[in-house]
């Protein structure tokens, strides 16, 4: 059964402050890792995609990769009210048919 | 990004009718399409996947001869939920693959929610 862990939060952050959101993730073969971010009545949208250790940034977003850890988070740089929504983590496996595994997510408030 | 368009984003239906759900993908040839349910405060909940012109894989505990997937193109995938009941009641959300790349992720539509009164 592959599982992927996120803390439901919420996590409260004030504004310009960073926001560190962490996932866990049992498949050792899995190879791409994706955050979402979804508000409020909405659909996910995709923030950040990696596919290897180490950091990865993208403006205030900075995605951090540990295989060996089995370890994936989002750091939120310059947190600002609209950044305010659930972040899902999602995993997925080499090869087959693609199917992501998601996290429950963790809500995300900033506040002013 | 790859655009995703799902139509309705809302219906209101009464308990026994069936309800048709679009997704298309209007920028890319989508090789498989997935289909999530999600309660309020819980997460995406895959409920099946669908490649084109072949039948729906569904995952375990979800009932295929009330929740119809048909992918009849490469850029349209429909869930007809039949006799729906208040249970039923949901927020929908697809998700479309593109064939040419496979390591890009998924793009959802933007979810179709579902009331049965």
Redesign the interface.
């Known amino acids: 059964q592959k599982e992927v862990e996120q803390n439901s939060g919420p996590l409260s952050v004030p504004e310009g402050a960073i926001a560190s959101l962490n996932c866990t993730y049992s498949d050792r073969v899995s190879q791409s890792f994706f955050w979402y971010r979804q508000y409020s009545g909405k659909s996910p949208e995709l923030i950040m995609s990696i596919y290897s250790n180490g950091d990865k940034e993208d403006g205030r977003f900075t995605a951090q990769l540990n295989k060996a850890s089995q370890y994936v988070s989002l750091l939120i740089r310059d947190s600002q009210p609209s950044d305010s929504a659930t972040y899902l983590c999602a995993v997925r496996s080499s090869g087959g048919s693609y199917i992501p595994t998601f996290g429950r997510g963790t809500s995300l408030i900033v506040h002013p | 990004?790859a655009v995703v368009s799902?139509h309705p984003s809302r219906v209101i239906c009464k308990s026994g009718t069936s309800v048709k759900i679009e997704c298309r993908s209007l920028d890319f040839q989508a090789t498989?399409m997935?289909w999530y349910r999600q309660f309020p405060k819980?997460?995406?909940m895959?409920m099946a996947?669908s490649?084109e012109g072949s039948k729906a894989?569904y995952e375990q505990g979800v009932e295929k001869d009330k929740f119809l997937i048909n992918h009849a193109s490469l850029t349209l995938s429909t869930l007809t939920v039949t006799s729906a009941h208040p249970e039923d009641s949901s927020?929908y959300?697809c998700s479309a693959?593109d064939r040419v790349s496979?390591?890009?992720?998924?793009?959802?539509?933007?979810?179709t929610?579902l009331t049965v009164v």
């Open positions: 990004g799902q498989t997935f819980q997460s995406l895959l996947t490649n894989t927020f959300i693959r496979s390591y890009t992720e998924a793009f959802f539509g933007q979810g929610r």
